[in-house]
């Protein structure tokens, strides 16, 4: 059904195929909607796309069998959702279903994804959805006349809690890192200008939100591509400034590089009752491994941006990600990362490196960790901060049980 490739491996992301021109009097098409372990801002595309396509009067049935087109939303952040995704597509094609594939996968394994593109009729970039029009006879709303979402679909939820609401603030991410597949499939950042972002805020306060939580890559570079440039402290400033209203904020993906170009401004508005979790990503606090992961160094020096947070009482919970076992990594290097977490975060997400090959550590011929050498390193590393009792480890979406895991220990020392 499919044909070349040659677009998705160059990157621009565009559709596999050409949709034949639709017959007059044709019928919106029933649509039956997949995904698995999209990450938090494109679950909430994919529950807008949902919104498109009911405004568009396409059914969104709740079983394949009966649909005309499957929307596959598709990840390709690790090999064992990988896999997942391949096979969905293979058994959805092999039900004879259209289907239409949206998200990161075929970018991050395009080589892969040549063995699947005989099941799929429609590829849809994650910086194009509005391309999904392309598979209804008749637009009558419009992609931008589509409200932003409050949420992503219920299904997609872990836990459903009315009264969380995800605040996109940033698509595609602005970070470097040679070894994430995360900006091979989602490209460069595109800030949310603070006039929308406040807007929606303010909605989802009157409608009886509690939580906030901030979503984007690379938080800390938003509005670093506006015109004029704006700065998430001057964001945040704002947002806490919605005085008529009782609610928590939760700051996630703020790079260390971020936090420590501008300490002073962020620390301040970060000490605000409203600001609840704090999300700082440092992968590793070796200055060798973090200019070889093609991140800034110097992560040492946040020692005192978190001392002044952990100062106050009550204070926001802190969360980091640590990667474990990238190449040459030292065992003074890693001990060194684990005294660190255990002394200044309160969550960390341990996470085995892996290589994709789509991604620029691919080509650097770097001496690679056995998989067992990564698996001894990840067991070291859960081992040690284990010991801490205020502690709360978990592997992402490596190990999907240790988030299960993890909200009984948060439930367990009252941090839920």
């Not at 896999?83 to 039900?95: V, Y």
């Not at 979503?215 to 008529?244: M, N, Q, Y």
């Not at 301040?268 to 800034?296: C, F, W, Y």
Request: one cysteine or more; a neutral charge.
């Amino acid at each position: 059904m499919a044909c070349g490739l040659d677009k998705i491996d160059s990157g621009e992301g565009d559709d596999i195929v050409q949709i034949k021109p639709f017959k007059a009097g044709a019928k919106p098409p029933k649509v039956y909607m997949w995904q698995h372990a999209l990450c938090m801002t494109y679950l909430i595309v994919f529950k807008r796309m949902e919104d498109f396509f009911t405004l568009n009067e396409c059914e969104v049935v709740s079983k394949p069998e009966d649909a005309d087109w499957v929307v596959i939303g598709s990840c390709g952040s690790f090999k064992n959702e990988i896999d997942i995704n391949f096979e969905a597509i293979m058994r959805f094609g092999k039900m004879g279903k259209k289907q239409l594939v949206y998200g990161c996968l075929p970018k991050i394994c395009p080589h892969e994804y040549r063995e699947y593109r005989q099941y799929v009729d429609l590829y849809v970039d994650t910086g194009k959805p509005w391309d999904i029009k392309k598979i209804v006879p008749e637009v009558k709303v419009a992609w931008d006349d589509v409200p932003e979402p409050d949420g992503m679909r219920k299904q997609d939820y872990r836990q459903f809690d009315p009264t969380r609401r995800f605040v996109v603030v940033q698509y595609g991410c602005n970070a470097t890192c040679n070894f994430c597949p995360h900006k091979v499939g989602i490209g460069r950042q595109k800030s949310v200008s603070r006039a929308n972002i406040l807007k929606y805020v303010d909605r989802v306060l009157k409608d009886g939100a509690k939580l906030l939580f901030l979503e984007g890559r690379d938080l800390g570079s938003w509005g670093t591509d506006l015109t004029p440039k704006d700065t998430l402290a001057d964001l945040l400033k704002d947002l806490v400034s919605f005085h008529d209203y009782d609610y928590k904020i939760f700051v996630n993906q703020l790079g260390g590089n971020w936090a420590v170009r501008d300490q002073k401004r962020l620390v301040d508005v970060l000490l605000d009752p409203h600001i609840a979790n704090i999300h700082i990503p440092i992968q590793t606090t070796s200055d060798r491994l973090l200019k070889l992961m093609g991140r800034e160094p110097g992560i040492r020096e946040l020692a005192p941006f978190l001392e002044q947070i952990r100062a106050k009482s009550p204070r926001p919970v802190l969360r980091t990600d640590l990667l474990i076992g990238y190449p040459t990594e030292t065992d003074d290097e890693l001990e060194d990362t684990i005294e660190f977490a255990n002394q200044y975060f309160d969550e960390a997400a341990c996470y085995g490196f892996e290589v994709h090959p789509n991604t620029p550590i691919a080509r650097m011929n770097l001496p690679i960790f056995d998989d067992s050498i990564i698996r001894q390193k990840v067991q070291r590393v859960s081992d040690s901060l284990s010991k801490n009792p205020n502690m709360i480890l978990h592997f992402g979406g490596q190990d999907y049980d240790s988030m299960i895991v993890r909200e009984i220990r948060k439930a367990s020392i009252g941090r839920a």
